[in-house]
Nanobody
């Protein structure tokens, strides 16, 4: 069973930085981490979950939501089965639980796996 585990959350002051990490394990034969498209999502209390960053295979097709563009950077290391989210110039409104999502499309059918989330709190 594929497992997704996030780490790197914490408490930071406005204007500070954090680097989130996500590792994917349990990928069975027939696929590899490099086949997966990866994304980071966040959910604040009382709000819907939103995607903040996406990275395609071979680090192609990188997308950001308008609220984080220019401040967050997504990257991946296929050799380590990891994806990262570098978050700079953090704002109070970035406070949320951040989730990593792994997606593959074997035979054109989408399968996805979520991590348990890591809390990011931006507060003075």
């Amino acid at each position: 069973q594929v497992q997704v585990v996030e780490s790197g959350g914490g408490v930071v002051q406005p204007g500070g930085s954090l680097r989130l990490s996500c590792i994917v394990s349990g990928i069975t034969s027939g696929s590899t981490f490099s086949n997966y498209v990866m994304s980071w999502h966040r959910q604040a209390p009382g709000k819907v979950r939103e995607r903040v960053a996406f990275i395609g295979r071979n680090s192609g097709n990188i997308l950001y939501s308008g609220s984080v563009k220019g401040r967050f950077t997504i990257s991946r290391d296929d050799a380590l089965n990891r994806v990262y989210l570098e978050m700079d110039n953090l704002k109070v409104e970035d406070t949320a639980t951040y989730y990593c999502k792994a997606e593959d499309f074997p035979d054109g059918v989408e399968i996805s796996f979520w991590g348990q989330g890591t809390q990011v709190t931006v507060s003075s």
